[in-house]
Antibody, heavy 121, light 109 residues
Framework: QVQLQQSGPGLVKPSQTLSLTCAIS??????????WNWIRQSPSRGLEWLGR?????????DYAVSVKSRMTFKPDTSKNQFSLQLNSVTPDDAAVYYC???????????WGQGSLVTVSS | EIVLTQSPGTLCLSPGERATLSCRASQSVSNNYLAWYQQKPGQAPRLLIHGASSRATGIPDRFSGSGTGTDFTLTISRLEPEDFAVYYC??????????FGGGTKVEIK
């Protein structure tokens, strides 16, 4: 059974960097059949896909257009986890952030517990 | 981008009744890679249906999905008290690869 455990600060100041980590158990971050996604949810934006990282002989990352210039995913094989960094945050980035593993047919099967992020000075 | 439009926004029903939720895509969904999720307050979404009609592991058979191309339906045959929640559809394969509908809230009448 795959489990995803998220960690990271819940409060970030405007213009600073949001960093979240997703620790994986029951699977490997470098699995050739897995894709590791970040999704956020807010009242204004609903559920929004932010991007994914995955290993297919080498690492790949895809980002949503809305955050592409500010976002970086970092897999860490030594700790079996992956992280999100979002630069230059604004109040519009306030949301619950989820790390998610893809299942069958592109569905989102395994979800982290969610991290509530507030952007405020 | 494939836009998913869910209707109705809210469905008011009684336990034991049948619920029919709609999800319409702005373009055909590749390989019918359409999924449905249930979300309760304070929880992450839970996968119910993938591939438009396949139930995820452990999902009761009162939940069923159907549809193809641009029109999809989630049916709950007889509502149980624990089924009152918000339901989302999601597609995979467009650009961006993942988009969600705006949700349908099923509430107790």
């Amino acid at each position: 059974q795959v489990q995803l455990q998220q960690s990271g600060p819940g409060l970030v100041k405007p213009s600073q960097t949001l960093s979240l980590t997703c620790a994986i158990s029951g699977d490997s971050v470098s699995s050739n059949s897995a894709a590791w996604n970040w999704i956020r949810q807010s009242p204004s934006r609903g559920l929004e896909w932010l991007g994914r990282t995955y290993f297919r002989s080498k690492w790949y990352s895809d980002y949503a257009v809305s955050v592409k210039s500010r976002m970086t995913f970092k897999p860490d094989t030594s700790k079996n986890q992956f992280s999100l960094q979002l630069n230059s945050v604004t109040p519009d980035d306030a949301a619950v952030y989820y790390c998610v593993r893809v299942g069958h047919n592109g569905s989102l099967l395994y979800w982290g517990q969610g991290s509530l992020v507030t952007v405020s000075s | 981008e494939i836009v998913l439009t869910q209707s109705p926004g809210t469905l008011c029903l009684s336990p034991g009744e049948r619920a029919t939720l709609s999800c319409r895509a702005s373009q055909s969904v590749s390989n019918n890679y359409l999924a449905w999720y249930q979300q309760k307050p304070g929880q992450a979404p839970r996968l119910l249906i993938h591939g438009a009609s396949s139930r995820a592991t452990g999902i009761p058979d009162r939940f069923s999905g159907s549809g193809t191309g641009t029109d999809f339906t989630l049916t709950i045959s007889r509502l149980e008290p624990e089924d009152f929640a918000v339901y989302y559809c999601q597609q995979f394969g467009g650009s961006p690869p993942v988009t969600f509908g705006g949700g349908t809230k099923v509430e107790i009448k």
